[in-house]
């Protein structure tokens, strides 16, 4: 728990000083600064003053007789509007982060109900600090409350509930895996902590720039003989940052900032101790997988195997009836997490099947657990057609609810996870490659379950070099895409984008009109997509029923009849990989959900 939290409190930090927080800032050091009351060493205020001077003028004796204490001036009251700002930004955040799709689901409501919360609350703030009977309004629920100074703290405690729900959308795997349990309602002990402490390293450097604002406003003078002239400026402002962030005008500053803290997050929230813990999120009943490292060349001990569990369906055995790995004591068990849409997982089910049949007689029991990437994916009759098309004929467990992904601790598409005749995983891989050392443990494993078994030559497929450089796996979500350029992302409505001047290399694009959504993107009249990619050959999984045609470099190469249930189709196959500009046409309707390469 302790170093899950340290991965949160570093990663908050992180996020807290990259480009994405830019937008907030002036709002974080205005609000800072707020009603400071008199500065130090002001003199009374000027009613108090005026009823000095109404009062009549003693005599000469009684002035004598009576020593009247001098007027001292009021202390001035703490200003602590920069701590009220940032602990609405956490409850906000470390709330609606771990609620806000439960209950958006719950009431029915739009999936971005939330940011336009955050955007109405900052033009509310905003117009109280223009208008004061909006302020009096903000202030009302905590009129209750004696102090005045009180109820100013409470609007700006109002104003950090606002920013927190536009801060959402900052950060990388460690809220990734926040916001997945979150959708899941898997809202565990070590998620809490990992939420909470994420909250409070993005909160440090909002706190020292909203402490900043304080200062600065209590010891310039022009913050203390203007300040109804500032007051109208930062309403000014507010309401303005509103705006251009609903109509995402603040994104062309953030592109063209360098991502300077990338490196940063990727050692420690993509760390390999980050990825254990982070993927050990759901399940406590395993610990001991997160002790052994991916990928090592060796066999170790990483606890007992958990059960293949939750499984709506079996495909390829008797009956549909399922695999219980205790009943497989005694052989060597490889489970392979993969899914069917995912061509990293295609180009290593060669390498599976080969196992399988090579290895079987020798007592190698292959479970493939199709873990579904997308919603069409859990469909059991999708998954048995493309089981029987990839031509997968050892058993098949449909995880559609992830009981078996969690329990396992995954992450990652293809995994493969090697289990020893006691029950004892033994050895886990993520991702593409490491064929032949997997192999080789393969066959340790076997002569350990049977000393005197005669194993049949290696399959020969091996090949553990991957293409240096090619385009990484591309999602169309608007949670999940990377390396996007041009017009601003429109969430969940028709939208008209343009293409931009040159889209970088794995960059991509968007032109025409398109419907961007968590899952998908739709194509609407004129849609065009290109992506700048490396590889042998690029692939997309697409949907509906239409034409797509295909251009590279500007040339049309060919057009592909889409029918049907979402579907991998291959666009470009070379014989070398290459560098090229990829642009796909698709008819209205055609729904594109990733591409692949190879």
């Not at 409070?200 to 406003?217: E, K, M, N, W």
Request: some cysteine.
């Amino acid at each position: 728990m302790l170093t899950l939290v340290l991965i949160g409190l570093l990663g908050g930090l992180i996020t807290a000083l990259s480009p994405c927080i830019l937008p907030v800032l002036p709002v974080v050091f205005l609000a800072g600064g707020g009603d400071a009351g008199p500065p130090p060493g002001a003199g009374p205020p000027s009613a108090a003053r005026d009823r000095d001077l109404a009062q009549p003028a003693p005599d000469e004796d009684s002035a004598v007789l009576v020593d009247d204490p001098p007027v001292q001036p009021p202390r001035p009251r703490r200003n602590r509007r920069p701590y009220a700002v940032v602990a609405g930004l956490v409850v906000s955040f470390s709330f609606f982060t771990l609620l806000g799709v439960t209950i958006i689901s719950a009431l029915g409501l739009p999936q971005d109900i939330l940011r336009c919360l955050g955007l109405g609350l900052l033009v509310m703030i905003g117009l109280g600090l223009i208008l004061p009977p909006v302020e009096r309004l903000l202030e009302k629920p905590f009129a209750r409350i004696p102090q005045r100074q009180v109820n100013k703290e409470g609007s700006a405690f109002v104003l950090g509930l606002g920013l927190g729900l536009l801060y959402v959308p900052c950060a990388g795997p460690v809220l990734a895996a926040i916001t997945v349990a979150g959708a899941r309602g898997e809202i565990s002990s070590g998620i809490v902590a990992l939420t909470l402490s994420f909250a409070l390293g993005t909160a440090i450097p909002l706190l020292v720039f909203a402490l900043a604002g304080r200062r600065v406003s209590a010891r310039v003078a022009a913050f203390r003989t203007r300040a109804r002239g500032l007051r109208i400026a930062a309403g000014t402002l507010m309401i303005v940052l509103a705006f251009a962030l609903a109509f995402d005008a603040t994104t062309a500053l953030q592109r063209a900032l360098p991502n300077y803290t990338a490196a940063a997050q990727k050692k420690v929230e993509d760390s390999d101790g980050a990825r254990q813990q982070l993927s050990g999120l759901y399940d406590d009943s395993n610990k001991e997988l997160s002790a052994c490292e991916d990928g090592v060349n060796e066999l170790r001990s990483c606890g007992q195997a958990p059960p293949v569990t939750g499984i709506t369906k079996w495909l390829n055995t008797p009956d549909g009836q399922p695999v219980d790995l205790t009943a497989l004591r005694g052989m060597v068990v490889l489970i392979d997490f993969w899914t069917y849409s995912c061509i990293n997982c295609q180009r290593s089910l060669p390498h599976v099947k080969d196992w399988d049949r090579v290895y079987k007689s020798s007592g190698l029991q292959v479970i493939g657990v199709h873990s579904p990437e997308f919603a069409f994916e859990k469909d059991p009759g999708n998954v048995a057609d493309q089981t029987r098309r990839l031509g997968v004929r050892y058993p098949v467990a449909l995880d559609n609810q992830l009981d078996t992904w969690n329990a396992y601790r995954n992450r990652f598409w293809p995994a493969k996870y090697l289990i020893d005749a006691n029950g004892t995983v033994r050895y886990f891989t993520f991702g593409e490659g490491r064929y032949d050392q997997t192999e080789d443990l393969i066959r340790t494993l076997l002569r350990q379950a049977d000393p005197g078994v005669k194993l049949p030559p290696r399959t020969g497929r091996g090949n553990d070099r991957l293409t240096a450089g090619r385009t990484p796996e591309t999602y169309l979500s608007t949670l999940r895409l990377r390396g996007y350029t041009g017009t601003p992302l429109t969430l969940g409505r028709p939208a008209a984008y343009r293409f931009p001047a040159a889209i970088p290399l794995n960059g991509l694009s968007l032109d025409g009109t398109w419907t961007t959504a968590y899952e998908q993107f739709t194509a609407g009249d004129n849609a065009r997509l290109a992506i700048t990619y490396r590889a042998k050959n690029a692939n997309l999984v697409l949907a509906g029923e239409g034409r797509v045609t295909v251009f590279l470099d500007g040339k049309k190469t060919k057009t592909i009849q889409v029918h049907g249930a979402p579907t991998l189709y291959r666009l470009t196959d070379d014989d070398h990989p290459r560098k090229g500009r990829l642009e796909i046409r698709p008819a209205p309707g055609i729904q594109a959900f990733a591409f692949t390469f190879g």
